[in-house]
């Protein structure tokens, strides 16, 4: 079976060498995850063909640029992107690409899209998080929803850590680490993930965009357990929306593993989105690729609805 994998990371020197507000842990402290996240070639590929992986979608670790100054995270995402662009070039039938965006600057970001998308045959963008306390429902960012909308490509929106105000005000009062854990992998930067979800369709960016469609990770990041609240909660005539919310959660929104290997949490996304919005990832190097291959294949679906699930989907989505 051909299985497409869209939650997929890797890192470069100087995204790590940047001063950042909070980075999830010292990286440097985990030498074999380090080298897993900077290889592009055979080391990764040896990997996929160990997991029965053939297509990695890849995109930058978390925290990505959203935190860094314009100047910055436009050199830092230009020079990500000519490196996974290169490993695209070198393995064309192993790995693709989700640009990594210089959000801060929303044009810059737009045309760095753009660009990567014509020069690379990139198939979308990331971002990952706030940008420095602001979500994408922010107009000031709508240049980049607008530009993927045109050039129809999805984003992908990975979570990172939430503001720093944030995790002083609701995830402190343990020891550093428990607050650190709570605010991110914990707990957190999934919620967060969520209500960048929610945000982007209160705040009408899909009726301005109807035909953005954005990804998102571990299950649905919640969401799928929420739904049936959602319409309950916002009535129509309070959102002024042009649909229930529930409508753009399976009609704009594209759903991954990463990581969540779990059949309730799928069970959920399935009965609440159906089979045609929910994609392969395994979150490599951050979990496995043995242990989410597994997974996909004793999921209590039928061989046409695996096939779906593990390329089929992507292929329709990112026009494979
Ligand atoms: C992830 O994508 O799951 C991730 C990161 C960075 C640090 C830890 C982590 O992108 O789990
Ligand atoms: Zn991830």
Not at 30 to 48: E, H, S, T, V, Y
Not at 77 to 96: K, S
Not at 220 to 241: K, N, V
Request: charged content about 20%.
């Amino acid at each position: 079976m051909h299985t497409i994998a869209l939650e997929e990371h890797y890192a470069t020197q100087a995204l790590l060498d940047a001063p950042t507000v909070s980075r999830q842990f010292d990286i440097g402290s985990f030498p074999q995850m380090k080298a897993n996240l900077f290889d592009l070639d055979a080391g990764r590929i040896a990997a996929m063909d160990a997991a029965a992986i053939d297509l990695q979608v890849l995109s930058l670790m978390a925290p990505g640029l959203e935190q860094f100054d314009a100047a910055d995270a436009i050199a830092i995402a230009r020079d990500a992107n000519d490196q996974l662009g290169a490993a695209v070039l070198r393995h064309p039938a192993r790995f693709a690409g989700f640009a990594a965006l210089p959000s801060p600057e929303p044009e810059a970001a737009a045309d760095e899209l753009e660009r990567t998308v014509q020069v690379y045959g990139f198939k979308g963008g990331q971002i990952s998080g706030h940008i420095r306390g602001r979500y994408l429902d922010d107009q000031f960012f709508w240049p980049i929803l607008e530009r993927a909308e045109a050039l129809q490509v999805p984003l992908y929106l990975h979570p990172s850590p939430p503001p720093r105000a944030v995790i002083e005000a609701i995830y402190s009062g343990f020891t550093p680490q428990i607050t650190a854990l709570l605010a991110s992998g914990g707990f957190g930067w999934h919620v967060d993930t969520a209500l960048h979800v929610l945000r982007l369709i209160l705040g009408g960016a899909f009726d301005r965009y109807p035909g953005l469609q954005v990804i998102v990770g571990h299950q649905g990041e919640t969401l799928p357990f929420m739904l049936p609240r959602f319409d309950i909660a916002f009535p129509s005539q309070a959102t002024r929306l042009a649909r229930p919310v529930s409508a753009y959660l399976r009609e704009n929104v594209h759903y991954t593993f990463g990581g969540f290997n779990w059949t309730p949490a799928f069970l959920d996304l399935l009965l609440q989105v159906g089979v045609d919005r929910i994609m392969f990832s395994t979150d490599y190097p951050f979990a496995s690729m043995a242990a989410a291959r597994s997974f996909l294949d004793q999921l209590p679906v039928s061989p046409v609805d695996r096939e779906r699930i593990a390329h089929g989907n992507a292929e329709r989505l990112l026009r494979l």
